[in-house]
């Protein structure tokens, strides 16, 4: 059964609707859709991926005008940092936030830098944002020397940090932290977690100046969700099976895995395991049960089913009633920021750029 014929009469007719808009609109509207949406909405893309490589998508696409974002929020303010000025940013729905952002917001990190270089020099910490952050938050990072990075480069990016100074500060993630300062010999013991809820991180004096990195406590609820005892249960149901896992999962997760990496990784796994052989996956089920879809010769099955609820919330409605206003796009769905927080954020994705 394809896709058409899941859907209802009136989500199909969205759908032919949205088709039909694209078509007289051309090359001036670029609908871009995460790996974690519904497939419903993946299949109207112009573009699909991970967050930043859609926003250079959009950015580089040629004749772009309007560009309509399909996934949480902090993604679409990256289109908005990385966008040209002849272009607008609309997110179909402006509530599609992303809790992880939400762990870390700008104030409460720029307080936590204030007193953490209180104990360690300013020019000795080096501040490193996951790409799961806000646009104002990456240009908090931007003013004070750091980088952006993704589950990709992240190693690359803690390996350019520790060069340049000696303390590395990463936010939002802690798992993503963890696990990448692990993987790089850092011990445990110069790991240390900044609990926001806490008075001073919840760290003395002590545990920051002997800190190798401090990671910001946060976690994103979709990847959490995986647990050891899912991967056991996997080997015994699939014997022989391979298992990756995303590396916002914790690092006991990781370890058990067979493999872990950026949703970039895992497609490219999913492409690459041999015919008749069966992976599974640790991440959004929405992309777990596509590439099983798409590659039917082999077996690919979740580890557990975990949605992301704030990628669900945008529909094929929400989808179709942003590209319909066009060319006077709804006001609270327009990505706006201001050119202060551009720029700075600019400058922390040009530094990851060239590292």
């Known amino acids: 059964m394809n896709m058409m014929q899941r859907l209802s009469d009136v989500e199909t007719q969205y759908s032919e609707e949205i088709v039909a808009m694209k078509k007289k609109r051309g090359s001036e509207l670029v609908i871009l859709t995460h790996h974690y949406q519904r497939q419903e909405v993946v299949s109207l893309n112009d573009f699909v991926g991970d967050s930043l490589q859609l926003a250079k998508n959009a950015r580089d696409a040629e004749g772009a005008k309007y560009i309509v ?64 952050s806000s646009a104002a938050l990456k240009a908090m990072v931007g003013r004070n020397g750091g980088s952006v990075c993704t589950s990709s480069n992240t190693a690359r990016a803690f390996q350019w940090a520790m060069k340049k100074r000696r303390v590395v500060f990463f936010l939002p993630d802690e798992n993503l932290g963890r696990n990448t300062a692990l993987s790089l010999g850092i011990s445990p013991e110069q790991i240390a977690v900044w609990d926001p809820t806490e008075d001073h991180g919840g760290l003395t004096r002590d545990q920051i100046s002997s800190a190798k990195v401090i990671l910001w406590k946060g976690y994103c609820h979709v990847h959490t969700h995986f647990s050891t005892k899912d991967i056991q249960r996997a080997r015994e149901k699939f014997p022989g099976c391979r298992v990756v896992v995303h590396p916002e999962c914790p ?37 777990v049960s596509r590439l099983a879809s798409e ?58 750029l060239s590292i």
Request: with cysteine.
């Open 251 to 287: 690092p006991d997760v990781v370890d058990a895995s067979d493999g872990s990496g950026s949703t970039a990784y895992i497609v490219k796994q999913a492409e690459q395991a041999p015919a008749g052989s069966t992976l599974v996956v640790g991440t959004e089920v929405n992309l």
């Open 69 to 132: 974002f399909c996934g949480v929020r902090f993604m679409a303010e990256a289109a908005e940092v990385l966008r040209r000025k002849n272009q607008v940013v609309i997110h179909p729905d402006p509530m599609s936030g992303c809790p992880l952002a939400d762990y870390a917001p700008a104030d409460g990190a720029e307080m936590a830098w204030e007193e953490i270089t209180d104990v360690v020099d300013k020019d000795d910490v080096m501040p490193l944002v996951y790409m799961n």
């Open 295 to 352: 590659y039917e010769d082999k077996k690919i099955v979740a580890l557990s089913r975990s949605l992301c609820p704030n990628m669900f919330r945008i529909s094929i409605r929400k989808l179709r009633d942003s590209v319909a206003s066009l060319p006077n796009p709804d006001k609270d769905k327009v990505v706006s920021l201001s050119d202060e927080v551009k720029g700075e954020a600019v400058i922390a994705l040009d530094r990851m």
